[in-house]
């Protein structure tokens, strides 16, 4: 018992529905799990990670394109390492979310939290009168990491669909408009506060649409990785082609099931 959630995990239930999990039996269900997809491997990740890639290299000293291309074994083992754990840790980490949230607040009944103050709540049982305060940390937290990514995404897409000088090592005068989609980008993450935006359902929806998009951006990724010529003699290994095959399906049937059901 914890200031009035009861909190007492049934272990082997865990472990079983962990490693052996159902599927979805409606259109709820099939949406919830098109939106961890979604929020899982989403599709600015895509367009983030390739050029923070290119932004090292260029750190690194190699400013020019025949510098960056190809990669050392060395370099793509060191790369796989730093992808691999940090998907790792944090899908470990919203494990865990998952797990939490359903032994505390969904098997005591608070099951629609539809504003920020609401989740806030949620957490007095918990956290008592510092509820407010660890969520308002935690807020602040994921903000300072999101908005970044998120902002710089799009800043990446835009200068790239246009030809644009980008990256966050360019001055600002060198690559105007790659850094003016930023500053709107964020700006307009904020005016969404001041015009009646329910944060939570917009957090859900941009989940389910990443989910619906991310699989046909996985098609492409496939495509490019398994050419030896667009690789330069590097394409991805099988198992990893694989992997992304699979996952590619997986997505496109969870969505199709979405639709459908």
Excluded: C
């Excluded at 790792?88 to 980490?93: A, E, G, I, K, P």
């Excluded at 939490?100 to 607040?105: P, Q």
Aim: proline share 4%.
């Amino acid at each position: 018992m914890i200031s009035g959630f009861v909190v007492g995990p049934n272990w082997s239930s865990v472990l079983r529905d962990t490693f052996v999990p159902s599927w979805p039996r409606n259109h709820a269900g099939w949406q919830n799990l098109v939106a961890i997809l979604g929020t899982t491997i989403s599709p600015y990740l895509f367009f983030w990670q390739a050029s923070q890639e290119v932004e090292e290299e260029k750190a690194m000293g190699r400013r020019l394109l025949v510098q960056r291309e190809g990669a050392t074994k060395r370099e793509i083992v060191h790369r796989k390492i730093d992808i691999g754990a940090g998907t790792f840790f944090s899908n470990l980490v919203m494990y865990f979310i998952i797990l939490t949230t359903a032994l505390t607040l969904h098997k005591n009944g608070v099951r629609d939290i539809e504003t920020s103050k609401q989740a806030a709540e949620a957490l007095r049982p918990l956290a008592g009168t510092l509820a407010y305060l660890f969520y308002t940390v935690g807020i602040i937290g994921v903000g300072f990491l999101a908005i970044p990514t998120l902002a710089g995404s799009a800043a990446y897409v835009f200068a790239e669909t246009f030809s644009w000088e980008e990256g966050l090592d360019e001055p600002f005068r060198g690559a105007l408009p790659f850094y003016a989609v930023l500053i709107f980008s964020i700006l307009l993450g904020i005016g969404m506060d001041f015009i009646g935006v329910n944060p939570v359902r917009a957090l859900f929806w941009t989940a389910v649409i990443n989910g619906v998009l991310a699989p046909f951006l996985l098609v492409g990724v496939l495509i490019a990785a398994s050419d030896r010529k667009l690789m330069k003699g590097q394409p991805s290994s099988w198992l990893s082609r694989m992997a992304v095959g699979a996952i590619t399906l997986m997505m496109f049937g969870a969505a199709a099931a979405m639709f459908i059901l």
